[in-house]
């Protein structure tokens, strides 16, 4: 009851999560499309306030707390949750891979021998909190089952695109730097495991002195939040609730409510005159668009019905194709981690980097326009079944 009760809190929170980075969204690119362009490139992109611009220190300090809560989540669904089992687990996540491949080779064959190859990670993530808002406005059109399906579906597209962010966005290794991290994380997985050490700010301090000795290795701070959270103690040692527990508490509503909309606001100020740009990038533009909108639901429905058809994974009780692939087009909305990854990826060219993001925003548009699409001609079907039925008594 106690953790029903908590997830319903959740799809709460990520909703009302998502009304705020709409807001944000549409602030920003309303701003960057008017007469005060200057001054919101001027507070975000100089050094203002901070030794290096307001941009950087949400994307590569503030998204550390983002990721630590993703990585939380993660390792809660690996304990106890829908990744505790491979029973539990190899539906969404055979659906979350094919939602990642697919997109991916989608973008790779629109971009195959161009520059732009390195980007094939932006349209493989799914962003949880513009999906759970979209899914909360079809609620009524969806079948209630399909929620935990396109939460696990997200949980496992994050741990994806992590493993991709440490894999492919990590320059050259200074290695006393990660030497000194890797002896922090053995001493946290010491205080937890031996001394059960339970002390909130002993971890969150232990994890900014980690993010500092991460970035100084070169490879990406963000990841010294996903290394935390493989710290952090699962069990409740002395009290009613885990330290996991109560982070996620705390957590959630700053990341949810601050640390996102934030990064909306920083990241979508995007220049909607992009004529000059398209002309020369228009294949970059495409791979993204068509890999988010199209490859996401293609590769996660084919995939589950593939490998449910060959009795390889069990779809869970009543959930129905349709609304796996109701929530596959939802899956397309990638939005902040996709803007994550073409900030990584293209990091030197402002231009191509206005580019992905517009390419970002017109997939959500789009996804959300073919999910409308798909239930208004489902509800208009079943009407006129439903006439048709009455008709003929």
């Not at 491949?101 to 980007?119: E, Q, S, W």
Request: glycine share 6%; proline share 3%.
């Amino acid at each position: 009851m106690k953790n029903l009760e908590r997830y319903r809190r959740s799809i709460k929170s990520e909703a009302l999560s998502s009304v705020l980075l709409l807001i944000c969204t549409i602030s920003a690119l309303c701003i960057a499309n008017s007469s005060y362009e200057g001054i919101y490139n001027k507070i975000i992109f100089d050094n203002l306030f901070f030794r290096f611009p307001l941009n950087e220190f949400i994307n590569d300090f503030l998204m550390f707390f983002f990721f630590l809560n993703v990585g939380l989540e993660i390792k809660e669904n690996i304990l106890y949750g829908n990744l505790s089992s491979i029973k539990k687990a190899s539906f969404p996540v055979i659906g979350s891979i094919g939602g990642v491949i697919v997109p991916a080779i989608i973008f790779l064959i629109f971009n195959f021998r161009t520059d732009y190859i390195n980007g094939f990670c932006i349209p493989i993530s799914t962003d949880i909190a513009f999906a759970v808002g979209i899914f909360y406005i079809f609620k009524n059109h969806i079948n209630p089952q399909a929620r935990l399906f396109l939460l696990t579906l997200a949980v496992v597209d994050d741990l994806i695109s992590i493993l991709v962010i440490a894999i492919f966005f990590t320059q050259d290794i200074n290695t006393i730097y990660l030497i000194i991290a890797i002896c922090v994380m053995l001493i946290l997985i010491v205080a937890n495991k031996v001394f059960h050490i339970e002390n909130i700010p002993y971890y969150i301090f232990s994890g900014l002195i980690l993010w500092y000795l991460i970035n100084c290795s070169n490879v990406h701070p963000t990841i010294s939040g996903i290394l935390l959270a493989i710290c952090i103690p699962a069990k409740a040692y002395n009290g009613k609730k885990s330290v996991l527990e109560i982070l996620q508490e705390k957590l959630s509503p700053f990341t949810n409510f601050i640390v996102i909309p934030l990064f909306a606001f920083v990241n979508s100020g995007v220049s909607l005159d992009i004529t000059t740009n398209l002309g020369a990038s228009e294949r970059l533009y495409f791979g993204i668009l068509f890999g988010l909108a199209f490859g996401k639901p293609l590769g996660i429905t084919l995939f589950t019905y593939v490998f449910s058809k060959l009795k390889l994974v069990s779809r869970p009780k009543g959930l129905d194709f349709y609304s796996v692939f109701l929530v596959s087009l939802i899956a397309g909305i990638g939005f902040t981690m996709s803007i994550f990854m073409c900030e990584l990826t293209f990091s030197y060219d402002f231009e191509l980097i206005n580019l992905c993001k517009f390419a970002i925003l017109s997939a959500c548009i789009l996804s959300v326009a073919l999910t409308s699409v798909f239930i208004f001609v489902n509800e208009f079907l079943k009407s006129r079944r439903h006439n048709f039925r009455f008709a003929q008594k």
